[in-house]
């Protein structure tokens, strides 16, 4: 039982060269979640989706975009990837009696 | 608006007690407190609801004043394994526990000392 998984665990990317974090769950729970996490910034939402073929903006969605393909898997989309976009990816799942948050173990992304 | 995270960082000794704050400038409808270890994902500690519920964790416990916007969180009698960085997340409008996401502080790093 896994839990969440991403892939890549690493990615090295060239300014304006796009890619895919993928982001699939074994928990079968509706709600998922994508955030970023920078030096001394915390966690910030980037989106997140409530059901299968739903999604919404988070705090910080400009030059993302997700989809959820079907209630396991949520990717995150980056098409032009900047500098600033260079941080840890992190996919949540809402599961537990407790609405707790179970997040994956990150995607460390560098963009040069 | 993230929620305020004091202090920012606190050294202890092992055994010693520490206390984190997370304090909002927008009414709160539950608390949610992680902790993360370097290089790892954040992992669930408890969650504090509207009307005053608290679950505990072992030695660490916390509380949530609705009406000051704010949450504590109480770690007793320190042990080498809580060292790690803190985060409170919160729920500014209702959605059943942060069902539309979290909006996190930007960590109170903590560091026991042997």
């Known amino acids: 039982n896994a839990g969440v998984t991403q892939t890549p665990k690493f990615q090295v990317l060239k300014t304006g060269q796009s890619m895919t974090l993928q982001c699939a769950q074994d928990?079968?729970?509706?709600?998922m979640y994508w955030y970023r996490q920078d030096p001394g910034m915390g966690l910030r939402l980037i989106y997140y989706?409530?059901?299968?073929?739903?999604?919404d903006k988070g705090e910080v969605p400009n030059g993302y975009n997700v989809s959820r393909l079907n209630k396991r898997e949520f990717s995150l989309r980056l098409e032009s990837a900047a500098p600033s976009q260079t941080s840890v990816y992190f996919c949540?799942?809402?599961?537990?009696?407790?609405?707790?948050?179970?997040f994956g173990p990150g995607t460390r992304l560098t963009v040069t | 608006q993230q929620p305020v995270q004091s202090p920012q960082a606190v050294i202890l000794r092992e055994g010693e007690d520490a206390v984190i704050n997370c304090s909002s400038s927008?009414?709160?409808?539950?608390v949610h407190w992680y902790r993360q270890k370097h290089g790892e994902a954040p992992v669930f500690l408890m969650i504090l609801l509207k009307g005053g519920e608290q679950k505990g964790h072992d030695k660490i416990s916390a509380s949530f004043n609705e009406k000051k916007q704010q949450s504590s969180l109480y770690l007793t009698a320190s042990q080498l394994s809580y060292s790690g960085t803190y985060f409170c997340?919160?729920?500014?409008?209702?959605?059943?526990?942060?069902?539309?996401?979290?909006?996190f502080g930007k960590g109170t790093h903590l560091i026991i000392q042997p």
């Open positions: 949540a799942v809402l599961a537990g009696a407790y609405y707790e948050q179970y």
């Open positions: 927008k009414a709160l409808y539950s």
């Open positions: 997340g919160t729920e500014n409008k209702y959605s059943g526990g942060g069902a539309d996401g979290l909006t």
């Open positions: 928990m079968n729970h509706n709600s």
């Open positions: 989706s409530a059901s299968e073929g739903t999604t």
